[in-house]
């Protein structure tokens, strides 16, 4: 009962911050009560598919549809937009993760294991991204700093640009590479995966950017 109630805990806390992070991200009001709601159905369907079962890249796939169905209809985010800010948190949150990963690693307070959760070294890391995520949304949020591009209406036709499109299209790898970080980690090829992960940010940001200027405003440098 301890491990679950542990399990849950940090997991709610986890889901809690990759919302923050996005929302703060694109300007979207938060709404503190429904974050923690989403996050402890998906701690309860990750404890029984990863805890019990040690389906991670089950559990990986299933988390990140639940990200977008909760951005999609519970948070009312249009469908094509749910699933941008979907791609970019979960590939945002990752990054940061994976810079934790190896300075466990380093430490000796990590590995293959931590994956499956039920870890002390799992929970620091949980712990540690989730504030640095937090932190870094607060500092987005404060400083005026995200993208407002994502139209408040959920429902109605869009039509996306070239630059959404792209920003789709980056979404489509995103399970994949969280599920290499597992296969990866005792390889040599491990250290290309924050690199794949930086690559796709950039382009996000790049884009994002783009995207948020074009028509909105003009910017005299």
């Excluded at 869009?158 to 296969?183: D, G, Q, V, W, Y």
Aim: net charge positive; with cysteine; hydrophobic share 50%.
């Amino acid at each position: 009962m301890l491990n679950f109630g542990l399990f849950v805990v940090f997991s709610v806390i986890e889901t809690f911050a990759m919302f923050f992070f996005g929302f703060k991200l694109f300007k979207i009001d938060i709404y503190p009560k429904e974050m923690i709601f989403a996050g402890a159905i998906m701690a309860f369907f990750s404890y029984i598919i990863r805890a019990n079962n040690q389906w991670v890249e089950v559990d990986i796939i299933i988390q990140y549809g639940l990200m977008f169905c909760f951005y999609w209809l519970l948070f009312r985010t249009h469908l094509f937009y749910a699933a941008i800010l979907t791609g970019i948190t979960y590939q945002a949150y990752s990054f940061i993760q994976l810079v934790y990963i190896f300075l466990l690693n380093r430490i000796g307070n990590f590995s293959s294991h931590t994956f499956y959760g039920m870890e002390i070294s799992t929970y620091v890391m949980q712990l540690l991204t989730s504030c640095t995520a937090i932190i870094i949304g607060y500092y987005i949020g404060r400083k005026r700093k995200g993208f407002d591009f994502i139209p408040d209406k959920p429902d109605g036709t869009i039509t996306p640009s070239k630059r959404e499109i792209l920003m789709f299209i980056l979404n489509l790898p995103t399970a994949a590479i969280i599920i290499s970080i597992t296969h990866l980690y005792n390889s040599d090829y491990f250290y290309t995966v924050p690199l794949i992960y930086g690559f796709l940010l950039f382009c996000y940001i790049y884009l994002s950017y783009k995207k948020d200027r074009s028509g909105h405003e003009y910017l005299k440098l």
